[in-house]
């Protein structure tokens, strides 16, 4: 159900924030003068930050890392990719973001059962984002979709014993590819 209710309203925050630069035909862009700074995202779904900087205003730098935790299991991510707007209007942008991503799964038991998986991925990402002026001028949130390719390695172990496979990995707006909610600040 939550799955769901985030892509509803991922949806709604993309359709919403594409009929605003359709009615907004100027090039005045707030994001113009946030390129100057250094922007601190976090993502709420898959526990992730991320680090921006803007070289100029037609390129920018994007690293991100992510460790969750949960019980006897871990996940670690790690990317990087540039940023290339776009379109930017008002208070609202399109960036495009092509990338890597280097990811790293681990779970186990007490009964001797633990998997593994690592994975390496290229891929692109349409991300949306919009000011909140109305809370501050430097903060924004931002929901995003992409396609990524690449290879996943998973290891089973039981009792001693291993197994491991590889794969052809190909995720299109799931896992990795989605992204709900981001907040993002600029300082």
């Known amino acids: 159900m939550k799955k769901i209710m985030a892509i509803v309203l991922t949806a709604l925050f993309m359709c919403t924030g594409l009929f605003a630069a359709k009615l907004d035909n ?6 113009t003068t946030l390129k100057e700074k250094i922007s601190l995202g976090f993502d709420v779904t898959q526990n ?9 205003n037609s390129i920018g730098m994007q690293v991100s890392t992510g460790l969750n ?14 940023v290339m707007p776009m379109k930017e209007t008002g208070n609202f942008a399109i960036n495009l973001i092509p990338g890597l991503k280097f990811g790293y799964y681990n779970s186990g038991d007490d009964n001797g059962y633990s998997t593994s998986s690592l994975s390496f991925l290229g891929g692109a ?5 919009m000011l ?5 001028k430097d903060l924004s949130i931002a929901s995003g979709v992409g396609a990524w390719i690449g290879i996943r390695s998973n290891t089973v172990t039981i009792n ?6 590889s794969d052809f990995m190909f995720d299109l707006a799931k896992e990795v590819g989605f992204k709900a909610v981001e907040f993002r600040y600029y300082f």
């Open 26 to 31: 100027s090039d005045n862009s707030d994001f």
């Open 125 to 129: 990402e349409l991300d949306f984002e």
């Open 132 to 136: 909140l002026t109305g809370i501050s």
């Open 69 to 82: 935790v949960d019980g006897k299991s871990y996940t670690f991510n790690l990317g990087g990719g540039m």
């Open 160 to 165: 001693s014993n291993s197994s491991s496979t």
């Open 48 to 56: 992730e930050v991320s680090l921006r900087l803007w070289p100029n």
